[in-house]
Every structure is written in structure tokens, then in C-alpha cells.
């Protein structure tokens, strides 16, 4: 039977919540870099009903919501294994499931320029917003209470 220091595992715990929220901080600033991107790159509207707009924003609610579904089921996997490197490789696939949904929002713009591209870009960020690091879930995976 293995025993954990207290003082080391909380220090681990620290370490891998202040890399996770690094990645976290980057992967939001990288959303507003490609809005900003499409702010200052003009292109010409398409012609045509908006059906592409609509299909990618479609597919980056569907990979926001599979980020939240995946998320969960590597957490508890985690914690059900006791490895803590698990839950930051759980919150990096979730991260970068939502940063795909503003992928889609660059790609709607330079596809279509249609005057709503911008409507894919909130579904990524509040996914991202609401896939804010937790310390808990790192405490739950390092050592059983």
C-alpha cells in the first residue's frame, strides 16, 4: 500500500490546476483572436440563403455539447482510477473540442460573409466559460478521502 504525503499531493494538485488554467486562459484568448481576425479581414457576402452558416453553427453546438459529455466521462474515469495527469488531458480535449466551434465561426465568415457568422462564435465561448477549471475535480483524482 502506497502512502501519499499530504503537503506533496496538495503541491501536485497546485501545479496541475495552475497549468490547466493557463491552457484554459489561452485556449479563451484564442476565440477572441479569431473574432478579431474576422473583424479586420473584410470579405464580400456570398450569394445564397445562409444554409452553410447554419449547418456549421449546428456543428459546433453539437462538438460544444459532445466536449461537455466527453469531459465528464474521462473525469470520472479519472477519479475512479486515481490519475490525476487523466483529468488535465479530459479538460484539454473539452478545451479543444470548443475552440473547434470557433473554428467553424472563422470558417462561416470567410465562406459565406454573412452578416450573423458571429452567432458561431458564442457557443464556443460560453462552452469554454462553463469548462472553467476546477480544483476539485484535480483534488478527487489525486487521493481518495
Known amino acids: 500500500m ?53 449547418v456549421l453553427w449546428a456543428l459546433g453546438v453539437a462538438i460544444t455539447g459532445i466536449s461537455f459529455l466527453l469531459k465528464r466521462a474521462l473525469l470520472s474515469k479519472a477519479v475512479r482510477e486515481q490519475r490525476i495527469e487523466a483529468v488535465q488531458v ?10 473547434a466551434g470557433g473554428i467553424f465561426g472563422v470558417l462561416a465568415y470567410f465562406s459565406t460573409g454573412h452578416r450573423y457568422y458571429y452567432l458561431l462564435f458564442i457557443t464556443p465561448v460560453l462552452g469554454m466559460l462553463l469548462h472553467m477549471p476546477s480544483r476539485d475535480d484535480l483534488v478527487s483524482a489525486s487521493f481518495k478521502r
Open 2 to 54: 502506497n502512502f501519499v504525503d499530504p503537503k506533496s499531493a496538495q503541491t501536485a494538485v497546485d501545479a496541475r490546476y495552475r497549468i490547466i488554467l493557463i491552457i484554459w486562459l489561452a485556449m479563451l484568448a484564442s476565440l477572441g483572436l479569431y473574432f478579431l481576425m474576422t473583424k479586420f479581414i473584410e470579405v464580400s457576402a456570398a450569394d445564397g440563403d445562409g444554409t452553410i452558416l447554419w
Open 90 to 99: 479530459a479538460y484539454i480535449i473539452a478545451f479543444a473540442l470548443c475552440d
